[in-house]
T-cell receptor, first 116, second 114 residues
Framework: ETGVTQTPRHLVMGMTNKKSLKCEQH?????MYWYKQSAKKPLELMFV???????ENNSVPSRFSPECPNSSHLFLHLHTLQPEDSALYLC???????????????FGAGSRLTVL | SQELEQSPQSLIVQEGKNLTINCTSS?????LYWYKQKYGEGLIFLMM?????EEKSHEKITAKLDEKKQQSSLHITASQPSHAGIYLC??????????????FGQGTRLTINP
């Protein structure tokens, strides 16, 4: 248990479905992230939220819609996805503004998404 | 943009042997992070290096950042089955409003044979 909880752990959806991934952190961090991990590709950063404001949107298609209602919760809303969107979606959190400049991310266990 | 190249992409070693994984950056590194991932799970933080020439150890794992801060190595001594997994290096980049983000290499898959 890392302090970052993702639900569901596994999700199968059709291309016309609407679903959401949820992430909750219990570490008191002020930044949260969504990463996508596909087979044989490096981890891809999708979104960054710092102090509940989105500060990075890495050219992600609009069928992925993030929401950060407070510093402890992060959602990824999914709509009309494509089979190539099947991947492991990882949420992470960190404490920004450390005097050392360090930014250690704590990751959740991931949500394995399959789009049929 | 920052690119990280890890080598090798996969590695199979006999239990008890030593091994090294390398991470090379296209730009100067201002923070280099090593993570380990079990298949299908999240990443677990191992170590962070910031200064040129810095070296850190945790149990049987040692990580180094070279003087020019463009390459890092991860060395495991006397490998054990528990060391098996995917090792990823990450580099810190600054985004808007002072927030940072990590970009990662493609990972090295380590298998330990008993």
């Amino acid at each position: 248990e890392t302090g970052v909880t993702q639900t569901p752990r596994h999700l199968v959806m059709g291309m016309t479905n609407k679903k959401s991934l949820k992430c909750e952190q219990h570490l008191g961090h002020n930044a949260m992230y969504w990463y996508k991990q596909s087979a044989k590709k490096p981890l891809e950063l999708m979104f960054v939220y710092s102090l509940e404001e989105r500060v990075e949107n890495n050219s992600v298609p609009s069928r992925f819609s993030p929401e950060c209602p407070n510093s402890s919760h992060l959602f990824l809303h999914l709509h009309t996805l494509q089979p190539e969107d099947s991947a492991l979606y990882l949420c992470a959190s960190s404490q920004e503004g450390q005097a050392s400049g360090a930014n250690v991310l704590t990751f959740g266990a991931g949500s394995r998404l399959t789009v049929l | 943009s920052q690119e990280l190249e890890q080598s090798p992409q996969s590695l199979i070693v006999q239990e008890g042997k030593n091994l090294t994984i390398n991470c090379t950056s296209s730009k100067t590194l201002y923070g280099l992070y090593w993570y380990k991932q079990k298949y299908g799970e999240g990443l677990i933080f191992l170590m962070m290096l910031q200064k040129g020439g810095e070296e850190k150890s945790h149990e049987k794992i040692t990580a180094k950042l070279d003087e020019k801060k463009q390459q890092s190595s991860l060395h495991i001594t006397a490998s054990q089955p528990s060391h098996a997994g995917i090792y990823l290096c990450g580099a810190a980049l600054r985004v808007n409003q002072g927030a940072q983000k990590l970009v990662f290499g493609q990972g090295t898959r380590l298998t330990i044979n008993p």
